[in-house]
């Protein structure tokens, strides 16, 4: 059984949630993130923005929950998928809440300037320090 992915992700604001299709054989329907599955993905503010990009950045993790509920026919009413908290699996926080930095989406808040020690040392390292 081979699943389709259409590159159509989208926001509907009627619903809240990010969208995007799925297809096996003659199936052809809809998978449904609602927002508040995001908070886990997005430091701050959860706006649709955010929240698409955040769906690209695990978009394999909600491709695989769409098939796994697609599978066992697990079908909201009309007929399409929809992808609850409970769907992902309990290992997946936000980075804060695993503590890394690099998966995390930026809020685009900004930050203090770095000393001039803090500069001589981020280019000796050859990276931004935090500050």
């Known amino acids: 059984m081979f699943f389709r992915f259409p590159e159509d992700a989208r926001w509907n604001e009627d619903r809240q949630a990010v969208e995007f299709g799925i297809g096996v054989g ?6 449904r993130v609602p927002r508040q599955v995001f908070r ?20 394999t993790r909600f491709e695989l929950v769409g098939e796994r509920k697609l599978r066992s026919r697990q079908l909201a009413d009309d007929g399409n998928v929809e992808i609850n908290g409970r769907d ?3 290992n997946t926080k936000s980075s804060s809440e695993r503590g890394s930095p690099h998966a995390r989406i930026d809020d685009h808040r900004a930050r203090p300037p770095l000393s001039d020690a803090a500069q001589a ?3 000796l390292r050859g990276r931004p320090e935090d500050a």
């Open 26 to 31: 003659e199936y052809q329907g809809v998978v």
């Open 40 to 59: 886990r993905f997005i430091d701050g503010g959860v706006t649709p923005e955010r929240c698409l990009e955040a769906y690209h950045l695990q978009r």
């Open 88 to 90: 992902l699996p309990p």
């Open 121 to 123: 040392r981020s280019r």
